[in-house]
Nanobody, 124 residues
Framework: QVQLVESGGGLVQAGGSLRLSCAAS????????VAWFRQAPGQEREFVAC????????LYGDSVKGRFTISRDNDKNTGYLQMNSLKPEDTAVYYC?????????????????WGQGTPVTVSS
């Protein structure tokens, strides 16, 4: 069973950048799709991005396309989310999730392992 720990969140001004990391334990990380979701207070969990096992395919939510980049390093068992041109509406808790598959999906229940989340606050 993979365990996930996110890091890299914090407070940033609008227009700034942050890089989130998702460190995975366990030996199945390279067999999983890695995704990032976010949830703002009072809002439903929103799909941000996901990446295939080898990193050759990615999928992004419409609200982050062109600003965020998902990547992974299977040798380090770590996934990343580079967030540029941040906006106040990007403020949320960001969660890393994995599923043992190579099919990309934006549906949260299809991911079987979740991290505890890392908060991101973008000030205007």
């Amino acid at each position: 069973q993979v365990q996930l720990v996110e890091s890299g969140g914090g407070l940033v001004q609008a227009g700034g950048s942050l890089r989130l990391s998702c460190a995975a334990s366990g030996r199945t990380f390279s067999s999983t799709v890695v995704a990032w979701f976010r949830q703002a207070p009072g809002q439903e969990r929103e799909f941000v991005a996901c990446i295939s096992r080898s990193g050759d395919r990615t999928l992004y939510g419409d609200s982050v396309k062109g600003r965020f980049t998902i990547s992974r390093d299977n040798d380090k068992n770590t996934g990343y989310l580079q967030m540029n041109s941040l906006k106040p509406e990007d403020t949320a808790v960001y969660y890393c999730a994995t599923r043992v598959s190579n099919i990309l999906t934006i549906t949260p229940p299809l991911y079987d392992t979740w991290g505890q989340g890392t908060p991101v606050t973008v000030s205007s």
